[in-house]
């Protein structure tokens, strides 16, 4: 069975605190990928990777940084939480443009 | 620039009636279009992909480069279709762009 895991399903943190949100995924994709979901706006790619240590911007990057040390973890990094990055946070990864496989979520609140 | 656009946020529909959820795209070269939808409290998960050319729980789209759409449908909505669908682009680097999202309620 396929799966795609993430570190925490609920994260409370505060302004200005560093954020490690953490994808494991167990089918040997190549490819990662970090969106965003939030009412009315839908998902929205904030990162991707294809391989081990390489990385490439999406569509809302600012603010947000990834690690890709082992090709199966992709770790999404808020390296100051604001308030704007409440959100609930999607993991996915798929083989080439095979269809994409979705981890859980992490609800992700900053106070 | 490529563009996914669902006009529709919220569809209620009646049990047993035809449901038609809409999805137009910008693209300029050859789409891969998908249907994803998710479930209350479950994960996104595929429900079709247009190339597959299959028709899962009932549902179809049908791609129209013409019209430039992958509008979704069902003749028959049953009460647990109720979910979020969103209609998706591939683009060039396998990733997704989604559209807003259209939630569904088919009511008794």
């Known amino acids: 069975d396929v799966k795609v895991t993430q570190s925490s399903r609920y994260l409370v943190k505060r302004t200005g605190e560093k954020v490690f949100l953490e994808c494991v995924q167990d089918m040997d994709h190549e490819n990662m990928f970090w969106y965003r979901q939030d009412p009315g706006l839908g998902l929205r790619l904030i990162y991707f990777s294809y391989d081990v240590k390489m990385k490439e911007k999406g569509d809302i990057p600012e603010g947000y940084s990834v690690s890709r040390e082992k090709k199966e973890r992709f770790s999404l990094i808020l390296e100051s939480a604001s308030t704007n990055q409440t959100s609930m946070y999607l993991c996915?990864?798929?083989?080439?443009?095979?269809?994409?496989?979705f981890g859980p979520g992490t609800r992700l609140t900053v106070l | 620039a490529q563009r996914v656009t669902q006009p529709e946020k919220l569809l209620s529909v009646f049990k047993g009636a035809p449901v038609e959820l809409k999805c137009n795209y910008s693209?300029?070269?050859?789409?891969?279009l998908f249907w994803y939808v998710q479930y209350s409290r479950q994960r996104l998960q595929l429900l079709l992909r247009?190339?597959s050319r299959e028709s899962i729980k009932g549902f179809t789209a049908d791609l129209n480069k013409g019209e430039t759409s992958f509008h979704l449908k069902k003749p028959f909505a049953q009460e647990e279709d109720s979910a979020m669908y969103y209609c998706a682009l591939m683009n060039s680097g396998y990733a997704l762009n989604f559209g807003k999202g259209t939630s569904l309620l088919v009511t008794p």
């Open positions: 693209y300029s070269g050859s789409p891969e």
């Open positions: 247009h190339i």
């Open positions: 996915a990864s798929n083989y080439q443009g095979n269809e994409q496989f």
